[in-house]
Structure formats: C-alpha cells, structure tokens
C-alpha cells in the first residue's frame, strides 16, 4: 500500500495530517459521532452505546475510549506511511481485531466516506490533488483492513 506512495506524497499526506488531527480522539470523536448522525444503524454495533443520544455519547466513557482508540490508529497508520511493512502490520492486525464484530466491507467504506468528508471540508476545494491523494491512500488503507477482517 504505501510501498505506492513517493516519499513526497507522503510527506504531503502527514503535513496535512498535521493540521486535519491537530487533536486526534476530537477528530476521531467527531468522526465516530458523523457516522451514528449519518447511519444510525451503526450505533447498534456498540452494545454499550445503543440508545444513547449523540449528547450523550460525547460524555460517555466508553465512547470516549473508542474515540482515543480511533484516533490512535489514525495516527498510527499516517506515522507508518513510510514504513510499509509495519503500516501493513497494524492494518492487519486492526482487521483482525474487527472481525469479531461482523463487520463487513460497507462498513469499513461507510467509514471512510465519512473521514474522507471531513477531510475534504477541512482542506475545500483549494487542493484537488491532495484530496485525491487521500482518496487513494484511504481506499488503499480499507483494502487492507477489509482482508484481514472480512
């Protein structure tokens, strides 16, 4: 996966990182949160946060755990970008860990369609080609977790 990216896409994708998860649990946070707004059915795939409303998620302790978690991974993945061999190590065994749940291919593009929103409105539309190259690198990034998960 990132053995495709030149050393200069990957310096552009972490400089942007950079900016985008300035703070990463409220980036992933506010992701997790989008994705119940957006797909309420998600919500169901988290025995302890089934019902509660997304005021109440934002103060609950297992969802902010899941959220650190999250935005762990997210940065773990970019810091990896130029180490291959261990970026597909950790998506692999963040796959496997998955697997568990039932998730399915959709749902790890659901996900991602998400992230790549946020994204695209935190840079707008003053820089197609970096947003492309997210794109890319994320569907790369899915593709992996979804063979070792499903």
């Known amino acids: 996966m990132a053995r ?3 050393s200069e896409q990957i310096s552009e994708l972490k400089k942007s990182w950079s900016k985008l998860a300035r703070d990463p649990c409220r980036l992933a946070s506010d992701l997790v949160i989008r994705l119940f707004k957006e797909n309420p059915e998600y919500q169901s795939l988290f025995k302890r946060l089934k019902g509660l409303s997304v005021d109440e998620l934002a103060s609950n302790s297992q969802f902010k755990v ?9 940065v773990s993945a970019v810091d ?7 970026l597909e190590e950790l998506l692999t065994d963040l796959g496997i860990k998955h697997k568990k749940y039932g998730l399915t291919p959709t749902h790890f593009q659901v996900i991602g369609d998400v992230l790549i929103s946020m994204i695209a409105e935190a840079i707008g539309d003053t820089e ?11 569907a790369s990034v899915i593709e992996v977790v979804v063979a070792a998960c499903c």
């Open 4 to 6: 495709s990216l030149s």
């Open 80 to 86: 990896h970008l130029d180490k291959p061999d261990e």
């Open 66 to 74: 899941h959220a650190s978690k999250v935005g762990a991974s997210l």
């Open 128 to 138: 197609p080609e970096l947003l492309n190259l997210w794109k890319s690198s994320l």
